[in-house]
């Protein structure tokens, strides 16, 4: 069993002060804990793919575009090297 924060204060905060509906409110704030809950490995694959297709870039590129994005998330992640992230990447 998960010890889940009690968002309701957040729900209604944001009801109060942004005119968002309940629902849509509990559909923000459940949006926002998912892309914070995201883990590292999941992270390093997404931003792989998405600069990829954005951008074009080669990997040497991409990896240290992500090196130099992991310090600055929200959540911790584990610092990584250019190698443990290609190797989150192909395993």
Known sequence: ?????DIQPLINHLCQNSGLTPSEARRTVDEVIAYFSESTDDYVRRRHLEIKQERGLANPQIFLQIHSELSQLVFTAPPLTQRQIRRIIYG
């Open 1 to 5: 069993m998960t010890n889940k924060p």
